[in-house]
């Protein structure tokens, strides 16, 4: 289920370790203290180890704007997984695909890559197959954004569920207005952003390049 709500729209400065995780990182330190204090740090270990994971996972630092309002920056950190000429599903439309493959040790905080508004936004519910797969684009369980840019252009940008991604979370709806690099996002544990854009769109990476939410400029309009 997705959750919208103005308080997660501020820009930074807002915590280096992001409000979704604070449950699961204060549930397993608990338990963690817990077993090491009736049983030692042996058996406490993988608590311990738990808690690091979730520590790391959450993080959520703030991150250099480059560019101008023709840069559409990297919605996620992730590896390029596709960059391929499609048909866009949601604006029924031809359109250039980049897609960012996020794995368990990313930031998995998603950050708007244009400026502009949202027109729309739309849920679809389905699978939990590998996000890696260009299957997951149309099986998996998705959130698109279609967002208009100051100068008119459109962009999709979709948040899929990954293997291990239970839980996509939006907090923004048709009539938003977003920053390059704004935080309007969050996909818990493993999952991808596939990015549609015109198809005159000068893309700037190439698959397998290793990219930064906000920091990392995948494209640059015509």
């Known amino acids: 289920m997705l959750h919208s709500s103005d308080f997660f729209m501020s820009s930074y400065p807002h915590p280096i370790i992001a409000r979704e995780g604070w449950p699961f990182i204060g549930i397993t330190l608990g338990f963690a203290l817990m077993v090491t204090g009736a049983a030692g740090w042996l058996w406490a270990a993988p ?14 630092p703030a991150r250099p704007i480059p560019g101008d309002a023709r840069s559409i920056l990297s919605p996620a950190d992730g590896r390029i997984v596709a960059i391929e000429p499609v048909r866009d599903p949601w604006l029924n439309r031809d359109a250039l695909k980049v897609s960012v493959f996020m794995n368990v040790f990313n930031v998995h905080s998603n950050r708007s890559p244009v400026d502009g508004e949202v027109k729309q936004r739309w849920y679809h519910p389905g699978k939990f197959v590998n996000a890696d797969l260009d299957k997951a684009s149309t099986e998996n369980e998705r959130n698109a954004l279609w967002l208009r840019s100051a100068a008119g252009q459109d962009v999709t940008c979709v948040q899929v569920a990954g293997l291990i991604a239970r839980r996509i979370l939006c907090y923004v709806d048709a009539g938003t207005p977003l920053k390059r690099g704004q935080r309007y996002g969050f996909i818990r544990f493993g999952s991808r952003v596939d990015l549609y854009l015109p198809t005159d769109t000068r893309v700037k990476v190439a698959i397998g390049d290793k990219v930064r939410a906000s920091a990392t400029i995948l494209a640059e309009f015509s």
């Not at 608590?47 to 996972?57: E, H, I, K, S, T």
């Open 47 to 60: 608590l311990w180890l738990a808690f690091v994971f979730c520590v790391q996972f959450f993080r959520d």
